[in-house]
């Protein structure tokens, strides 16, 4: 069992960054890709971005590209998502999320472990 417990949303101005961490409670943490989602009111469950086990590949959705950076400390079982330039179309809740073996890393339904989110509201 992987419990992952989100923090660093808030509340920030369009053009601002935030910080998002992701800490994992498990030893193998280094054998799980993870990857952060984001879902709007209303909307389905978005993919963010996605990071793998050794942090050797990275995998970014369009909207975000070249905006957010996904990094990961194995050594501290964290996973990090930096956002920059933020929008207010950025505005949701973000959830990091486990995964473990060969599998898509974009696809929500292939992730074995969620944590609940952490709220990110950007007002422009």
């Known amino acids: 069992q992987v419990h992952l417990v989100e923090s660093g949303g808030g509340l920030v101005q369009a053009g601002g960054s935030l910080r998002l961490s992701c800490a994992a409670s498990v030893r193998t943490f280094g054998t799980y890709a993870m990857g952060w989602f984001r879902q709007a009111p209303g909307k389905e469950r978005q993919f963010v971005a996605a990071?793998?086990?050794?942090?050797?590949?990275?995998l970014y959705d369009d909207s975000v590209k070249g905006r957010f950076t996904i990094s990961r400390d194995n050594a501290k079982n964290t996973v990090y998502l930096q956002m920059n330039s933020l929008k207010s179309d950025d505005t949701a809740l973000y959830y990091c999320a486990a995964l473990r073996g060969p599998r898509s890393l974009s696809l929500p339904a292939l992730y074995d472990y969620w944590g609940q989110g952490t709220q990110v509201t950007v007002s422009s």
């Open positions: 990071i793998t086990s050794t942090g050797g590949r990275t």
